[in-house]
């Protein structure tokens, strides 16, 4: 017999889950579908790199943007506005017959991309904390599906020959109709959190975002720079055949979406920072074995627990923020903690991106296996990342009065 609380949670769960899920499909749509944009709009790499790099600046000016709107209406009304921005950029990324149209809407869609970051994240929280478990690294896992069904839907359009712009409409359309079905039961403001807000509470403390912000900037450098550099890697270092490169870009994929899926079991059983510890070690362990590989098939395995290492750290990073800041400032904390998400992609694709050019390829690998370690020195701040840490639970009776006010 089911239990009549989780029943009445459900469909929020199912709402919040569709978020993350509709942010993976669109980014995942758009930047598999990169070199028919280019073609179509007779651009070089160089300028298509330029842009992606505007989009993680404008993501960050989205991430604050959509802390405002937390703060001063609810996290359920920043991502509603945040999945109509991405599938709006999306649309016109598709339909855009200039060059210059095309930066426009690669701009607003970086905007959106920043919004819904951070408020799938602060719903996310809000979520783990009405059930009482963890359940953050599971919805970080949908976000890999979407992903992945982006990147199936774009090669299948392309097998049937499907305009780049038919298919990012249909992207679009996908979005907005999923994201208007389920936005009703995203997760209100908490009558106390307003107050708190409005009457000029709590101010968000500095230092777990400094300290937490840390694990998330190294895990999106590493990540960054691991996507970019590995299937070179293999081919160029390991003399790995074109059909067999992409295996280790596949490998590290398939170990973190292994690994978000099971994290929160192994959370609610060990704790968060055991959970920590043990990644990082796996990770470690992955990432010398690909330093050390002189072949392919150790290199894949070693990508394979590198992804399966260090996937939970991002999103116990965002859980940790609700438990080490106070009362009614958590989507203000997320919002600022996201901010590190779009430094971590610009360093890995800079820094890494430069080491592997100037040295060797194998030296890409050496600067992530450098910078993991330091996230050890948040653990006290990821212990918070346990469900209920510091906080009363909330009862489903009080997210069924207040479900449809933001």
Request: with cysteine; aromatic share 6%.
């Amino acid at each position: 017999m089911s239990d009549p609380r989780t029943a009445a949670l459900r469909p929020t769960r199912v709402a919040v889950s569709t978020g993350f899920l509709l942010q993976g499909l669109v980014i995942s749509s758009i930047l598999t579908q990169a070199p028919r944009l280019i073609d179509k709009h007779d651009v070089g790499d160089g300028t298509f790199t330029t842009v992606l790099v505007l989009v993680a600046v404008l993501s960050g000016v989205g991430s604050v943007a959509a802390g405002r709107v937390a703060e001063r209406r609810t996290s359920a009304t920043a991502l509603r506005r945040g999945l109509w921005g991405i599938a709006l950029g999306a649309a016109v990324i598709g339909l855009a017959p200039t060059t210059a149209t095309l930066m426009i809407a690669f701009a607003v869609y970086g905007i959106g991309l920043g919004a819904v970051d951070a408020s799938m994240n602060m719903q996310g929280v809000r979520v783990q904390a009405l059930y009482g478990r963890s359940l953050i690294n599971g919805l970080h896992g949908l976000w890999s599906v979407g992903g992945i069904l982006g990147a199936g839907y774009a090669s299948l359009c392309a097998w049937l020959d499907v305009p780049v712009a038919v298919s990012l409409l249909m992207v679009a359309a996908v979005a907005v109709v999923a994201c208007e079905t389920v936005q009703a039961h995203f997760v209100p403001a908490v009558e106390q959190e307003v107050s708190l807000v409005q009457t000029d509470g709590p101010r968000v403390p500095w230092r777990p975002v400094l300290v937490l912000g840390l694990v998330v900037l190294v895990f999106f450098a590493s990540d960054t720079g691991i996507l970019t550099w590995c299937t070179r890697y293999l081919e160029d270092a390991l003399g790995a055949s074109d059909e067999l490169a992409p295996l280790g870009y596949g490998a590290y994929q398939v170990g973190a979406l292994v690994s978000r899926l099971s994290a929160d079991l192994l959370v609610r059983r060990i704790g968060a920072v055991r959970v920590v510890v043990a990644g990082v070690a796996t990770g470690l362990v992955g990432l010398g074995m690909v330093v050390a590989s002189g072949t392919t098939a150790p290199a894949v395995v070693g990508l394979f627990l590198t992804g399966l290492g260090l996937a939970v750290l991002a999103p116990l990073s965002f859980a940790a923020i609700a438990g080490a800041v106070p009362p009614g400032t958590t989507d203000v904390a997320i919002a600022r903690l996201n901010l590190a998400n779009y430094v971590g992609a610009i360093l890995g694709g800079g820094l890494i991106g430069a080491v592997a050019e100037g040295w060797d390829l194998r030296w890409a690998f050496v600067v992530p296996l450098v910078l993991v370690p330091f996230v050890l020195v948040a653990l006290r701040d990821l212990a918070a990342a346990d469900p209920g840490h510091g906080r009363p639970r909330r009862s489903s009776r009080g997210v069924k009065e207040r479900r449809g006010q933001g």
